[in-house]
Every structure is written in structure tokens, then in C-alpha cells.
């Protein structure tokens, strides 16, 4: 016994050990570690190593530009931030195994020249090193994105050096951009053409004979009847004196009492893409002179340069100030201005910011502090929300209660009626028989809801109340079905609804070409279309690629579109999706080819670009699969998780597009 337990002791220690060895290891457990200096490995790309606070920096990069008002599952999660920088270690190493990797004096020439003031001159070695550790962190983080921007730009220029477009290539691609169309058109839909089908009763029960184990119910049904209280109109009725609505907005955190701040802002607009660099520069230069203005003449000398050379008409005249002070907006992020509530008062945006393909200047001003009176609506909105909720919710266990002591809704409603403000009609409601899963009607699918009548088994047993669509549910069985294959009169309507599909789905194509054989234009395709029971729909000065209306986007469409005259109908229906869609094209405006006279230089140099940008996408898309399948590429998955469980969840919208860092 003695030694058996010595043995358990010294294991038990070897245990310990090796698990403080495994739970300490440096570089894999990061839970400890400030993520921008963690130096834990999420990817290699070759010898290459990409680690945590590379994925740090690069999140607190778009973090800054958004103001912390995007979560990272609006950014594309973490994956996304490790698949761009492991595209851009491929980049890097493709260009320097053809030799096409940047030189020191190439970062430092680019470096250099990303800073400089109104003359063009460098701006000097400490102003240089304040905005570069300002914006990246350090020395060598700017200079890895200057190393991979050059080598990018020498790889894209090696692999596109042979890429041409035709002058009939960007003639017609200016064609098929430029002209409109009035299209009038049918869709062919199933749901329209069943209405018309009327299947007999035989046909009906033959069908459910045939396909009884489709109609399986696997789980049981139940039939509830519930006490439904409106925290709307329970709110309604509450009184709510000005003396609570001054409470409530004394109880107002600061930022919550504000208006928002000023803002002034300079707009230079870009009228040509040759000209951005030339705009960028003066930007700068206009920087320079705002920020060294003395704190006393600051917003005079913003102001004065606002109205001597912004482009925005109704602001510049204004010495650059918006109309409205600018706030933030959980619920519409404003990509430009929302950065400014971050700022200080004061402060001028230190690098111009390109924004919609001009650039921009902003210098926050002073917070402009909201009145009570100018708050009191979203104040008494927001309090007698709560309190309406709160009202509800006491309403609702008094009804669970007594329903539990009466097992009569109706009784309970009659009984609740006058403090709900509601009549008892509106209190008491059903459901038809439903399962785990369903769309229940008022309802829709509630896991609350299914989570309070799961325990309930037997004829009037009561559950919890639970929240429901505009308040709180109080549910009692009224009936359980076990799971079964239901009797045709049970399911009939179901059991119809399927055949019609059916039928008008196998008649669809037939019907969208009878409609089109038997007009000769489009203005007898109304009258061909509401005689089978369809609309006519028309779209003015139609672009091809974008969506037609009600029929939905589709090449097949466009292609249809622009093969027709004015006056002409597509013989052929075109399939969009599970629809059929019969068009004809009233009008037709050809592209204006004087003005594309004028376009044609710039016209080829957005083509070309935009050609050279596939290639090289395809080609780094195909040198990244083969480095997959030699093993050259790796993601640490338990690490790459580790930093999607740490991220904190952040209610708020997606940003209407995706974010862009100001580049030169």
C-alpha cells in the first residue's frame, strides 16, 4: 500500500507538470498577452509566419476608421483578416521568387513620399515617426506594408505586362452600359398559374394515397389557447408626468444629453482620375495650414479655408460647417463623419481622407449639448416603453395565476380586461394544432414560445408566461395529437396546395411559351397576360445588369434585352430561378456614341484596369492553390478559434459597404 500510494503521488506530480507545461506553453496560450504584442502563430505562409498581432493590428486598423462601431462578424470575422494576410505573404514571396521585391531605398522613397506638406517636401523626421506610430504601431509594420504594396505593384505590372483590350471590345462593353430600354415583360410564376388549376376530389385522394409518408407528422402536434397581453396598450394607459420625464432625463448618461458635435469639413472633388494625386497633395497641404493655426484661430483659419476652397457649395459658405451636428447612429454607420464624435474638439483629421472618390478635410468642434425639450419624445417613447413592459409583464403573472386557478382564458380576460386596455375579445386567442418548428400564427417561429408549452401534456395544464410579438403569452392545452399520418379530410387543404404546385410547376414552361406565341408585339402582351391570369409589368430606362423588377436578375434576361428593337418581343421565354418570364422591349435608346467619342481614352483605361485586375487575381488565386497543395500554407484552426471566442458580440448593423483605408 505504501508504495502503490507513492507511485499514484508521483504520477499524480508528472500529471500536474506536464499539464502546467501544456497550459503555460509560450506562444500558445494567449489569453494572457496584449493581442497586438501576442506573438502566437494563426498561419504560415512558407517560413513566413503570420501571428496574433498581426491580426490585431489589422483589426485595430479598421476599428480607428469605423470608431469602434462594427463588430468583427460585420467585418467578415477573423478568417476573413487571416485569408487577407496570408494573400499577401503569397504576394510578397511570388514577387520574390521572381525577383520583383521592393529595395530598402524603394520603402524609404515611398515612405518619405506619403509625407509630405503643401510644397512637396518631406515633413521631417519626427512628424514622420508621430503619424507612422500613430496609425501602425511601429516602424516595422508600416514597412511591411510598404515592402508588400511595392512588391504587389511590381508582381501585378510583370503579370499584367501583356493584357490589352480592343477598340471594339470597350466600344461594346459602352454600348451594353449605356443604353435603356422600356421593357414590358410577363412573369410566369407557379403560384400564379395554380390558382387557376382546380383538381377534383378523386384526384385529390389518389395523390394522398400515393404520397401518404409524406404527409408524416413525426412529432406531436399540440392546440394551445393563450391569455395575450399588448405592452403597447398596456403603456397606453399609464400616466407619466413631466416631473418623470425630467427624472428620466437627469438618469441620461452624457452622451445620451447630446445633440452631437460640429463639424466643419473642406471637400476637394476628383474630376478625373489623373488629377486624384494632384487633389490629394493640395488636400495636404490645406492640413498643414489648419493644423498649425493657433488654438485661439483655429476654427476662423478651418473656416476661411472652407470657404476659399471646398467644393460642397452649401457648406463652404458656411465656413465648412454641416447643418447638423453630427451623432452617432448604432443603426446607419456614416463611414465619413461618424469618426469626427471620436476626435477631439479641435482636432483637424491628420491625412486626408478619400471618400467616395473625392477627399475630404474635418475638424471636430464642440459637443452641442440636446435641451430636455429637444429630448422629451425619445424620453417618453423610451419610458413609457419600459414601464409599459414592466406593467405587461405583472399583468401576465396575475393572468398565469388565475388561469392556472380557473383554466378558463375567457373568464381571465374578462377579470384583466379594463388594466390590460384591452377588450376581453382581443385577450384570448389559438392556435391551430403546432409543432417544434412552425410559423405560428400572430406568433411566427418563438423558441420561447415552444420552450413554455414543451412541458405541457395533458388538457388545461397551464405554462409560464413568455414573451411573445408585442407582449407577453400566457398558453394552456387545449389538445395533443401524437405524431401520426393524418386523415385526407384532416389535411386536404394541404394535400391541394401540393397538387397545384405540382401541376403548375410541370405546366410553367408550356404556359410561358403559349403566352409568347400568341402575341406579334409587346402592346398585345397585356391583354395575352391577363388572360392567363397574369400582370404586366413595365420598367423605364432599364440598365442591363441590374434587377427587372419583379423577374429578378439574370444574364439570360440581358442578353434577351439587348438583342431586341423597339416594338419587338423575345420569342423565347427566358427561365429566371423557378419562374418564366415572357419579354418584350417598347422602347429602345442606344448608347450616345459622340459622347463616347469623348470617353474613349478614359473608357479604355477603366477597362484595361479592370481586365488586369481578373488576371492578376486569377494568377495569385492559382499560385495560392498551389502552395496549398504543397503544403506551403497552413492555419492554426485552434488558435484562429481561440480568437473568434474571444471577440465580444456587438449588436449593430452591417456596413453598407465593405471598409477602405485612405491610400494614396
Known amino acids: 500500500m505504501e508504495r502503490t500510494r507513492g507511485i499514484i503521488i508521483v504520477g499524480f506530480a508528472i500529471l500536474m507538470a506536464v499539464s502546467l507545461v501544456i497550459f503555460y506553453a509560450p506562444g500558445r496560450n494567449s489569453t494572457n498577452v496584449e493581442a497586438n504584442k501576442d506573438t502566437t502563430v494563426v498561419a504560415k505562409v512558407g517560413s513566413d509566419e503570420i501571428t496574433v498581432a498581426d491580426v490585431a493590428q489589422l483589426k485595430e486598423n479598421y476599428m480607428q476608421m469605423f470608431g469602434g462601431r462594427v463588430s468583427m462578424a460585420q467585418l467578415g470575422g477573423y478568417k476573413r483578416f487571416v485569408d487577407s494576410l496570408i494573400r499577401d505573404r503569397v504576394v510578397a514571396q511570388e514577387a520574390a521568387r521572381l525577383g520583383l521585391s521592393a529595395s530598402d531605398k524603394d520603402i524609404q522613397q515611398k515612405g518619405f513620399k506619403q509625407f509630405t506638406d503643401a510644397s512637396g517636401q518631406f515633413v521631417g523626421m519626427q512628424r514622420y515617426e508621430e503619424i507612422v506610430k500613430a496609425r501602425y504601431g511601429s516602424f516595422d509594420a508600416f514597412e511591411r506594408i510598404l515592402r508588400n504594396e511595392i512588391a504587389q505593384q511590381n508582381l501585378r505590372a510583370f503579370v499584367t505586362a501583356a493584357v490589352k483590350v480592343s477598340d471594339e471590345e470597350v466600344l461594346e462593353d459602352y454600348k451594353r452600359t449605356h443604353s435603356t430600354f422600356d421593357v414590358s415583360y410577363v412573369v410566369v410564376s407557379a403560384d400564379k398559374l395554380a390558382e387557376k388549376i382546380q383538381p377534383t376530389d378523386d384526384e385529390l385522394k389518389k395523390y394522398y394515397e400515393q404520397h401518404k409518408v409524406d404527409f408524416n407528422i413525426p412529432e406531436p402536434q399540440k392546440k394551445i389557447r393563450y391569455v395575450y397581453i399588448d405592452q403597447a396598450k398596456s403603456g397606453e394607459k399609464l400616466q407619466i408626468s413631466d416631473k418623470d420625464l425630467h427624472d428620466e432625463f437627469d438618469r441620461l448618461p452624457p452622451d445620451a444629453k447630446q445633440a452631437g458635435v460640429k463639424v466643419q469639413q473642406i471637400l476637394l472633388k476628383v474630376a478625373r482620375k489623373d488629377l486624384d494625386k494632384q487633389v490629394e497633395e493640395k488636400a495636404k497641404g490645406l492640413i498643414d495650414k ?47 463623419y461618424d469618426r469626427t464624435v471620436d476626435m477631439q474638439p479641435g482636432d483637424v483629421s491628420d491625412i486626408p481622407i478619400k471618400y467616395g472618390g473625392n477627399w475630404y478635410i474635418l475638424r471636430r468642434g464642440e459637443s452641442v449639448p440636446k435641451s430636455f425639450e429637444e429630448a422629451k419624445p425619445d424620453v417618453l417613447a423610451s419610458l413609457r416603453n419600459r414601464k409599459g413592459y414592466a406593467a405587461a409583464a405583472k399583468l401576465a403573472d396575475r393572468a398565469k395565476n388565475r388561469l392556472k386557478e380557473t383554466k378558463d382564458p375567457q373568464k381571465v380576460a374578462r377579470e384583466l380586461a379594463a388594466e390590460a386596455n384591452m377588450k376581453p375579445g382581443e385577450m384570448v386567442k389559438e392556435t391551430p394544432f403546432i409543432k417544434p418548428g412552425d410559423d405560428v400564427p400572430g406568433i411566427g417561429s418563438s423558441q420561447q414560445f415552444e420552450a413554455v408549452i414543451a412541458p ?209
Open 290 to 336: 489648419a493644423r498649425t493655426a493657433a488654438p485661439d484661430k483655429a476654427e476662423q483659419v478651418f473656416a476661411d479655408l472652407a470657404r476659399g476652397n471646398s467644393e460642397d457649395p452649401a457648406t463652404a459658405k458656411n465656413g465648412g460647417y454641416l447643418p447638423q451636428p453630427v451623432k452617432k447612429n448604432p443603426n446607419k454607420i456614416n463611414a465619413l
Open 456 to 664: 405541457l401534456n395533458n388538457p388545461n395544464d397551464v405554462g409560464e408566461q413568455t414573451g411573445v410579438k408585442g407582449g407577453f403569452a400566457v398558453p394552456m392545452l387545449v389538445e395533443k395529437q401524437e405524431p401520426r399520418i393524418p386523415d385526407f379530410e384532416e389535411i386536404k387543404t394541404k394535400v391541394a396546395q401540393v397538387v397545384k404546385q405540382q401541376r403548375a410547376k410541370e405546366q410553367l414552361e408550356q404556359k410561358a411559351k403559349e403566352i409568347a406565341a400568341s402575341v406579334n408585339n409587346v402592346a398585345d402582351l397585356k391583354a395575352a397576360a391577363e388572360k392567363n391570369g397574369f400582370e404586366v409589368a413595365t420598367e423605364s430606362d432599364y440598365k442591363l445588369g441590374s434587377p427587372l423588377g419583379t423577374a429578378g436578375t439574370s444574364p439570360a434576361l440581358d442578353e434577351a434585352i439587348y438583342g431586341l428593337k423597339s416594338g419587338e418581343l423575345a420569342r423565347t421565354p427566358i427561365k429566371v430561378a423557378d419562374t418564366w418570364v415572357v419579354l418584350g422591349v417598347a422602347n429602345r435608346k442606344d448608347a450616345d456614341l459622340a459622347e463616347f467619342a469623348k470617353q474613349r481614352e478614359q473608357l479604355t483605361q477603366s477597362m484595361l484596369s479592370q481586365k488586369q485586375s481578373q488576371v492578376f487575381e486569377d494568377y495569385i488565386s492559382a499560385v495560392q492553390q498551389r502552395m496549398k497543395q504543397e503544403g506551403k500554407i497552413k492555419i492554426y484552426g485552434d488558435v484562429l478559434t481561440q480568437l473568434e471566442e474571444s471577440e465580444p458580440e456587438v449588436a449593430a448593423p452591417p456596413p453598407p459597404q465593405r471598409p477602405q483605408f485612405p491610400r494614396e
